[in-house]
Nanobody
Framework: QVQLVESGGGLVQAGGSLRLSCVAS????????MGWYRQAPGKQRELVAA??????????SSVTGRFTISSISRANAKKTVSLQMDDLQPADTAVYYC?????????WGQGAQVTVSS
C-alpha cells in the first residue's frame, strides 16, 4: 500500500512558476515509477512527467524544457516527488495528479488545481 499526499498548485499568470509536491508513504521501496498527470476539463488524463526508481525521467513534449521532475527518498520512510513548473501557459491549466506505480497497481493523489491566466 502507498499513500500519496499532494501540495502546491494555485493561480498564476502566464509566464509564472509553480511547484507541486507529492509525499508518498507506506511501501515506498516497492515503487517502480512516480509521476504527474493532468486532466483539463473535457479532456483525457495525460502524462506530464515521470521518474523511475533508477532516476530516469520522461516528459510530455508539451512541457519539455519548462517543467522539471525530481524525487527524494527521506530517512523517515517517505518519498517526495516534486514538479517545478516554469513559464506556465494557459494551456497548462488542469487538475494535476500525483501517481505511483507498484506493479501491477497504480496509486493516485487527490489532485491539485493549477490555473494559469492569460
Amino acid at each position: 500500500q502507498v499513500q500519496l499526499v499532494e501540495s502546491g498548485g494555485g493561480l498564476v499568470q502566464a509566464g509564472g512558476s509553480l511547484r507541486l509536491s507529492c509525499v508518498a508513504s507506506g511501501s515506498i521501496f516497492s515503487i517502480n515509477v512516480m509521476g504527474w498527470y493532468r486532466q483539463a476539463p473535457g479532456k483525457q488524463r495525460e502524462l506530464v512527467a515521470a521518474v523511475t526508481s533508477g532516476g530516469i525521467t520522461n516528459y510530455a513534449s508539451s512541457v519539455t524544457g519548462r517543467f522539471t521532475i525530481s524525487s527524494i527518498s527521506r530517512a523517515n520512510a517517505k518519498k517526495t516527488v516534486s514538479l517545478q513548473m516554469d513559464d506556465l501557459q494557459p494551456a497548462d491549466t488542469a487538475v494535476y495528479y500525483c501517481s505511483a506505480v507498484v506493479r501491477p497497481r497504480d496509486y493516485w493523489g487527490q489532485g491539485a488545481q493549477v490555473t494559469v491566466s492569460s
